[in-house]
Nanobody, 118 residues
């Protein structure tokens, strides 16, 4: 059974940085894509950044609100995905979820809370 576990969330002041990590287990092969989504209170879940995976090459895409501030990366050997978040803003406050998919199968972590507040 594939499991995704996020870590690295917390409370940070505006302008600060956090690095989220997502560890995977139970996968018998490579994922076709991995990424991060977030859900703010009272809002729908939205994509933040995702990787399209082709062998050892990862193609990154970002949602407009985070372009230039967030960076998604992957440890190919460990099948982990990271989200470096810089210059955080109060509107980035949300539960951040790791996502991975292989073929028609999609997997989600339970989320990690990021709160940006002074």
């Amino acid at each position: 059974q594939v499991q995704l576990v996020e870590s690295g969330g917390g409370l940070v002041e505006p302008g600060g940085s956090l690095r989220l990590s997502c560890a995977t287990s139970g996968s018998r092969g490579s994922f076709n894509g991995m990424g991060w989504y977030r859900q703010a209170p009272g809002k729908q879940r939205e994509v933040v950044a995702f990787l399209t995976i082709s062998g050892t090459t990862n193609y990154a895409n970002y949602a407009d609100p985070v372009k230039g501030r967030f960076t998604i990366s992957r440890d190919n050997a460990k099948n982990m995905v990271f989200l470096q978040m810089n210059n955080l803003k109060p509107e980035d406050t949300a539960v951040y979820y790791c996502n991975a998919h292989a073929g028609i199968y999609f997997y989600w972590g339970k989320g990690t809370l990021v709160t940006v507040s002074s």
